[in-house]
């Protein structure tokens, strides 16, 4: 069972120094994570100043306002306002500016390589009695509230190695190359910290309990 603690990540300044980055997860792994050299990346951004936002030419991009109220996006001439916990879809080349009414916020970021791969983002709200899986594929990021995290009881004592194909789960790292920690013993219930993302499995799937609200981020592999 992987877990990337947020704590723990690089913050990386944008180039207008209207904000931070921290990447989550990208795949394949590039020197920097604002250099476009992945075929996807997750992050996290905090905004704190109005501006444009980076060109992402060839690429697909969904925004999630995940703290803050209001993200004012402009995008190729057209406003759109961006409230919390609502995913937003658009090109990655776009011309793209970001006001903050409403103050500084807190922006998921998932980006995909068109014609390689697709990203979604669902935001739910999780339960004490009944958990959420994470599968193959998958990340899991605790935006708001308390969770514990376990392996699935099938799989609680599998290998955490997941097949390859460039998909969260298949050996790709949070920023700084390290791998992401291990549990301490196999089946024992972890806690979760705000912004830190599990990595799905289909092999002893992880499975998240609490109280409070999960983006669930999907990357899919384009195929034909």
């Given at each position: 069972m992987e877990i990337i603690r947020y704590a723990e990540l690089r913050a990386e300044p944008w180039r207008n120094k209207g904000g931070v980055t921290r990447e989550l997860a990208s795949h394949p792994k590039?020197?920097?994570?604002?250099?476009?050299?992945?075929?996807?990346?997750?992050?996290?951004?905090?905004?704190?100043?109005?501006?444009?936002?980076?060109?992402?030419?060839?690429?697909?991009?969904?925004?999630?306002?995940?703290?803050?109220?209001?993200?004012?996006?402009?995008?190729?001439?057209?406003?759109?306002?961006?409230e919390k916990n609502r995913p937003f879809r658009f090109p990655g080349d776009a011309d793209v500016t970001?006001?903050?009414?409403?103050?500084?916020?807190?922006?998921?970021?998932?980006?995909?390589?068109?014609?390689?791969?697709?990203?979604?983002?669902?935001?739910?709200?999780?339960?004490?009695?009944?958990?959420?899986?994470?599968?193959?594929?998958?990340?899991?990021?605790?935006?708001?509230?308390?969770?514990?995290?376990?392996?699935?009881?099938a799989g609680a004592d599998a290998s955490d190695a997941g097949p390859g194909g460039g998909a969260p789960g298949s050996g790709d790292t949070p920023d700084g190359g390290e791998a992401p920690e291990a549990a301490p013993s196999p089946g024992e219930p972890e806690t979760l910290g705000r912004y830190d993302a599990v990595v799905g499995s289909d092999s002893g799937t992880p499975e998240i309990l609490g109280r409070g609200f999960?983006?669930?981020?999907s990357i899919d592999r384009v195929t034909g």
């Open positions: 590039a020197a920097s994570s604002q250099d476009g050299a992945w075929d996807w990346r997750v992050s996290i951004a905090e905004v704190s100043k109005a501006g444009q936002f980076s060109a992402f030419p060839g690429m697909d991009r969904v925004l999630t306002v995940v703290d803050g109220e209001l993200l004012l996006l402009t995008v190729d001439g057209s406003e759109h306002p961006l970001g006001a903050l009414p409403t103050g500084d916020i807190r922006g998921l970021n998932v980006i995909t390589r068109n014609g390689a791969f697709k990203g979604y983002t669902s935001i739910i709200e999780l339960s004490k009695k009944r958990a959420h899986p994470v599968f193959e594929g998958q990340l899991g990021i605790l935006l708001q509230g308390q969770a514990t995290v376990s392996p699935g009881a999960l983006a669930v981020v």
